[in-house]
Nanobody, 122 residues
Framework: QVQLVESGGGLVQAGGSLRLSCAAS????????MGWFRQAPGKEREFVAV????????YYADSVKGRFTISRDNAKNTVYLQMNSLKPEDTAVYYC???????????????WGQGTQVTVSS
């Protein structure tokens, strides 16, 4: 089992920045690819970004490319999502997830955090 706890969400004005953190415990963190997903009210959960176990590979949804950066610190068992130039349409609950391989599909992830709310005001 892997336990994931997100933090860092909040209310920010459009154009602002936030950094989300996801702390992992349980099985060896560095064995897993880590992803960030988000879910807005009334919408399906969608892929945001993913990083390989080593941190050497990253992939982003087109909607966040150039604005968001995913990173990880395996020594701290933590993955981060730096979000810059935030837009109102980025408002959602953000979830981190752990999976065996680098994929964008929700079905590729075995463990999920409880989520953290990000609200971007216009």
């Amino acid at each position: 089992q892997v336990q994931l706890v997100e933090s860092g969400g909040g209310l920010v004005q459009a154009g602002g920045s936030l950094r989300l953190s996801c702390a992992a415990s349980g099985r060896t963190f560095s064995n897993y690819a880590m992803g960030w997903f988000r879910q807005a009210p009334g919408k399906e959960r969608e892929f945001v970004a993913v990083i390989s176990w080593s941190g050497g590979s990253t992939y982003y949804a087109d909607s966040v490319k150039g604005r968001f950066t995913i990173s990880r610190d395996n020594a701290k068992n933590t993955v981060y999502l730096q979000m810059n130039s935030l837009k109102p349409e980025d408002t959602a609950v953000y979830y981190c997830a752990a999976g065996a391989i680098v994929v964008v599909s929700i079905r590729g992830y075995d463990y999920w955090g409880q989520g953290t709310q990000v609200t971007v005001s216009s």
